[in-house]
């Protein structure tokens, strides 16, 4: 089973990082209060950036990558640049 990091951009520009292996189900739980505390209260948001990854663990990796990037990193690989150019 596949699993996606996405990247949300908040309705206040903060950006969230996550990880699910069903992402439509994921994005309602956002947009209805019932997933991360850290979006309630932040919506409407933007979904900028996907990417599947073979298994959690590669996904969780990922994750944890993309989270220690800084905010211009994170809109660069949202915009298809690699991060630091």
Known sequence: MDWTVYILECAD?????????????RLQMHESGTGAKYMRGRGPFT???????????????????????????????????KPGF
């Open 47 to 81: 979904l900028i950036h996907t990417e599947t990854h073979p298994d959690r663990s590669t996904a969780s990796q990922r994750e944890a990558t993309i989270k220690s990037m800084g905010r211009a990193e994170k809109l660069a690989l949202s915009k298809g640049k």
């Open 13 to 25: 520009a903060t950006l969230y990082t996550g990880i699910t292996n069903d992402l439509p189900r």
